[in-house]
């Protein structure tokens, strides 16, 4: 069994001249893989490195290019996804574990191969170093990349915000905390499958926490609502302080659990100094990874 550390590079979308929208069924375009291919002794027996070509976001978001000084020409040449996924595909071979620092790679490189109809990667063997990192050393917060490396005194050699050479450094990372014994391998597409299902479940649930005026903290009617995505807007009027009162909740992911975390602010801008906020919480649900 080998394990493929990962890393992958994004463009995103940028509002460059009126009316440019951004595509809903690509939020982050791969750009750039890059991946190293330990043995099962951890040792690197192979490495993969490929500029993609977009076809969505084709022209450079000045902040990913100023993070990882990719520019438009680059990527004009590069090798179009389809062949590129095909290549990597191959090249991970059968009974491979993906690994990657946190889980925005991952779920990239999914929506990436369903949104250019890819189906033959397996996403049923998946280790989130990040996350054996922040067992490894008891961390409350995820770290960076960065600091990871820092922490352990790994030589920088290379630059950071290069697929490949962070794909390198997780690999380091990953020889010196990771413990075979520990089973920390997860079918990443199950337990995703069953994360949807709970968040679509808390979706059910989110516009029923109720406004709260921040000052009196008396419940307050529902003027308007919209909700968006795993995001949910009210606005009401407390008659009684006379003030605007903005509600928003989400939903998030903290310590193992999807909840709804619910804020209650005044909005108008001269009265900003005294709003406060107050949180309500509704059921939470627990969740593997």
């Not at 990443?188 to 499958?193: A, C, I, P």
Request: with cysteine.
């Amino acid at each position: 069994m080998n394990y493929i550390v990962f890393d992958l590079e994004f463009n995103m979308f940028f509002k460059f001249k009126e009316g440019d929208l951004a595509n809903p069924e690509m939020k982050n375009e791969i750009i750039q893989i890059g991946a190293v291919k330990l043995n099962e002794a951890l040792e690197t027996i192979g490495r993969f490195d490929l500029i993609i070509k977009p076809v969505v976001y084709r022209r450079m978001n000045p902040y990913v290019k100023r993070k990882t000084n990719i520019n438009t020409s680059m990527v004009v040449q590069g090798t179009p996804f389809g062949k590129a996924i095909e290549s990597f595909y191959s090249w991970v071979g059968e009974g491979s574990v993906l690994c990657s620092w946190g889980h925005d790679d991952i779920l990239a490189l999914r929506d990436n191969c369903l949104f250019f109809g890819f189906n033959a990667l397996s996403f049923d063997k998946f280790l989130n170093i990040q996350q054996i990192y922040m067992k490894y050393g008891d961390l409350p917060k995820q770290p960076s990349l960065e600091s990871a490396v820092e922490g352990l005194e790994i030589e920088v050699s290379t630059p950071f915000h290069d697929a490949l050479s962070d794909a390198s450094y997780t690999a380091e990372i990953f020889r010196k905390i990771f413990n075979p014994s520990c089973d920390t391998i997860i079918n990443w597409e199950r337990v995703q499958k069953e994360n949807d299902e709970k968040i679509e479940a808390l979706k059910n649930f989110i516009d029923k926490v109720e406004i709260q005026c921040p000052s009196c903290n008396q419940y307050v009617q529902k003027a308007s609502e919209v909700t968006k995505s795993k995001k949910y807007f009210a606005f009401g009027y407390c008659v009684e302080c006379n003030l605007h009162i903005r509600h928003v909740s989400r939903i998030t992911h903290r310590d193992g659990l999807y909840s709804i975390v619910s804020n209650n602010s005044i909005y108008k801008s001269e009265e900003a100094g005294l709003a406060a906020k107050v949180t309500q919480r509704l059921p939470n649900l627990e969740i593997e990874g």
